[in-house]
């Protein structure tokens, strides 16, 4: 079984910038196929970012101001977010597989 914990989310002005965490533990030996959803308010969830050996890939919408990467001695994966949106207001998840975490809010004001 595979824990994924996700933290850094919070309250921020449009053009602003946060750094999510996604904490891996359990039963996987690497970061590979994490991805990043998010679900806003009366939409349905929507893949965010990816990372794998292989590179990263993104929601077009987010591309040029997301940035995945991962530090595999801490099994953390980060989603590194600027010049945020009002419209990137939701709660994002972290996933691998068929384990998601319970998700971080994050809320940008206009």
């Known amino acids: 079984q595979v824990q994924l914990v996700e933290s850094g989310g919070g309250l921020v002005q449009a053009g602003g910038s946060l750094r999510l965490s996604c904490a891996v533990s359990?039963?996987?030996?690497?970061?590979?196929?994490i991805n990043w959803y998010r679900q806003a308010p009366g939409k349905e969830r929507e893949f965010v970012a990816s990372?794998?050996?292989?590179?990263?890939s993104y929601l077009d919408s987010v591309k040029g101001r997301f940035a995945v990467s991962r530090d595999n001695p801490k099994n953390t994966v980060y989603l590194q977010m600027k010049s945020l949106k009002p419209e990137d207001t939701a709660i994002y998840y972290c996933?691998?597989?068929?384990?998601w975490g319970q998700g971080t809010q994050v809320t940008v004001s206009s």
């Open positions: 359990g039963r996987t030996s690497t970061l590979d196929g």
């Open positions: 990372i794998s050996e292989s590179g990263a």
């Open positions: 996933n691998l597989l068929w384990n």
